[in-house]
């Protein structure tokens, strides 16, 4: 079974702009969650997607947004990039509603210059 | 506020022996418990979890205790492998979250030395 794929895998961007990442979860899991990894912050939950709809956001700003489209993959998306976005993006996918066990994807390293 | 802490960034433990990887967390909302590895460059593999209902669960060489009254895990890895080497992440989880939302602890770096 082929696990969970992110893309792109390496992306750099200009403060000011914004950016989309993809994920697409492992075959039949319909739980999509997003998390940021830095050096300064360690491991943070983003947010949490189930059916298309969003049951959980962590504590970050507005211009962190996603989505999650009726085949279960999701993308995220920062507006207005900060030098401090620069980080390492990941996408976990878990089986359904109440799955803790979650499985990553390789993740995004997105650089902001 | 860290809900979930692993006081030792590093261990450094010779091949062959036991690995003892600790993690606290403060909320006791927390119900499930997960261990995860992660490598430069990839993202955090599962290695193990437990249930607050229990208190030890093993798969293979790791083994997860959970002592609730401390609000404390460990994961145990015996023997260690160099191929061990890499970063451990605790996490956790509860019902009084609405969804599938793990928080993290700050990660152990283990180093095991052939």
């Known amino acids: 079974k082929a696990g969970v794929t992110q893309t792109p895998r390496y992306l750099i961007k200009t403060r000011g702009q914004q950016v989309t990442l993809s994920c697409s979860p492992i075959?039949?899991?319909?739980?999509v969650s997003w998390y940021q990894q830095t050096p300064g912050q360690g491991l943070q939950f983003l947010f949490e997607?189930?059916?298309?709809?969003?049951?959980n956001k962590g504590n970050f700003p507005g211009r962190f947004s996603g989505r999650q489209f009726s085949n279960s993959r999701s993308e995220m998306n920062v507006s207005t990039l900060e030098l401090g976005d620069s980080a390492l993006y990941l996408c976990?996918?878990?089986?359904?509603?109440?799955?803790?066990?979650?499985?990553f994807g390789p993740g995004t390293r997105l650089t902001v210059t | 506020d860290q809900q979930v802490k692993q006081n030792s960034p590093s261990l450094s433990v010779q091949e062959g022996r036991i690995s003892i990887l600790n993690c606290d967390y403060t909320?006791?909302?927390?119900?499930?418990f997960l261990w995860y590895k992660k490598y430069p460059a990839e993202g955090p593999t599962f290695l193990i979890s437990?249930?607050?209902?229990?208190d030890k669960n093993e798969d293979g060489r790791f083994t997860v205790f959970l002592n609730k009254s401390a609000k404390h895990l460990s994961l145990h890895i015996v023997p260690s492998q160099p191929g061990d080497s890499a970063v451990y992440f605790c996490?956790?989880?509860?019902?009084?979250?609405?969804?599938?939302?793990?928080?993290f602890g700050g990660g152990t770096r283990l180093m095991v030395k052939p």
């Open positions: 976990a996918s878990s089986k359904d509603s109440v799955s803790y066990e979650q499985y």
């Open positions: 075959s039949g899991h319909r739980s």
């Open positions: 997607y189930f059916s298309e709809t969003q049951r």
């Open positions: 909320n006791s909302m927390f119900d499930y």
């Open positions: 437990i249930s607050s209902i229990k």
């Open positions: 996490a956790a989880s509860g019902r009084h979250n609405a969804g599938n939302m793990l928080t």
